[in-house]
């Protein structure tokens, strides 16, 4: 072997016991952030997605808006083709926003590591993270500047489009095939009523152009990305912009819809965290029994 020859095997060699031990730390690291997020699952989202992710927490039942059910990997809110995996920063994007008008709260009490954790053992409920690859993200163009021009042109894109045989022709959700439609997982839903603000997809004119763009997968509502041009779409997002004039009415905090309860049960949660595991009373002890006895004694009294 000339000593060219040489150097360069050993430089491969080498190259490849580097990349072993790096995917090797790679995958321990992902096995730790998995440990760290299902112990962040367990203490907040079990409540309503289910210890093993099929959206049958124990308050799952009383809600309108069902918490899903994570094992068929099938994910409404993502920036992928519709029928794509979700990335993980579209499911860290929805934990750190909510779902509006929904249970699904902004997960603000945990930090941005913790979240990227949840987001890792999320992807453990369904085989098809191990299996595919999500698609690549649908690009946003940059928002058109507003004019009535656009909003017109919109009206008549959502004419044309058949949006109002499910949304109906004023965007009230009362369309000619909006009854009876059911998602995936065989739950009723209705066409959202444009014409009331906050939407599921997020505050921004960006989300409204993902959503119309990807679709939002198990559910009926359909992707437009082949179907209509990006100023076309540009266009729909203004005329829902135009006609979303009125706010859902709110609550408690401002919260709307199933907000409230969302909120009632992530402090139940994170009390039970509180008496459990993470140890009000020193390391690893919890509220010990007799305190919580003296506790619901002197609540009483008052
Ligand atoms: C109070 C009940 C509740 C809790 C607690 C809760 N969720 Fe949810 N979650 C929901 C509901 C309801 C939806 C469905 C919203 C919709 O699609 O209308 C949802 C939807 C989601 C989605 C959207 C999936 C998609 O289709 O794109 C993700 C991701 C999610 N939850 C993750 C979490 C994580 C992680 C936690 C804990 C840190 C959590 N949730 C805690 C009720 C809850
Ligand atoms: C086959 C029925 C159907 C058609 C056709 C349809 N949609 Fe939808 N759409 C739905 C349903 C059902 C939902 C509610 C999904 C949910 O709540 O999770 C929805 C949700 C949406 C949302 C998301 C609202 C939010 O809260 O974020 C927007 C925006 C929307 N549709 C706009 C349109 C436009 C514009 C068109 C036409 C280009 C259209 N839809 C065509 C059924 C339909």
């Not at 952030?33 to 799952?60: F, Q």
């Not at 729909?236 to 979303?244: D, E, H, P, R």
């Not at 993470?278 to 003296?294: P, T």
């Amino acid at each position: 072997m000339r000593t060219i020859e040489r150097v360069l095997s050993c430089v491969f060699a080498l190259g490849v016991l580097v990349s072993l031990y790096l995917a090797d730390n790679v995958s321990r690291a992902a096995e730790a952030d998995i440990a760290v997020g299902e112990k962040i699952y367990r203490e907040n989202c079990a409540a309503c997605h289910g210890e093993r992710g099929d959206g049958k927490g124990p308050e799952a039942g009383r809600l309108g808006n069902k918490p899903r059910d994570f094992t068929a990997g099938i994910y409404k809110f993502r920036s992928t083709p519709s029928g794509s995996l979700p990335l993980s920063e579209d499911i860290l994007r929805t934990i750190s926003k909510g779902v509006r008008g929904t249970s699904m709260l902004a997960q603000l009490h945990l930090s941005q590591e913790e979240r990227s954790a949840v987001v890792q053992y999320l992807k453990t409920f369904s085989p098809r993270f191990k299996k595919q690859k999500p698609g690549p993200s649908i690009s946003v163009p940059p928002k058109p500047r507003e004019d009535k021009e656009l909003v017109t042109q919109g009206e008549s894109v959502y004419r044309d489009a058949g949006c109002a045989s499910c949304h109906g022709s004023d965007g009230k959700g009362d369309g000619p095939s909006a009854e009876g439609l059911k998602d995936y997982w065989s739950f009723p839903i209705g066409p959202t009523d444009l014409t009331l603000k906050p939407f599921k997809s997020g505050p921004d004119p960006e989300d409204l152009y993902r959503t119309l763009s990807t679709g939002l997968d198990g559910t009926p509502m359909p992707s437009y990305a082949d179907s209509l041009t990006p100023k076309e779409r540009w266009s729909l997002v203004f005329y829902i912009l135009s006609i979303a004039t009125h706010e859902r009415p709110r609550g408690m905090m401002g919260l709307v819809g199933e907000e409230t309860q969302g909120m009632m049960i992530d402090m139940r949660a994170a009390m039970a965290g509180m008496m459990g595991g993470r140890g009000m009373m020193g390391k690893g002890g919890g509220m010990m029994d007799r305190d919580m006895k003296e506790m619901m004694k002197d609540m009483k009294g008052r």
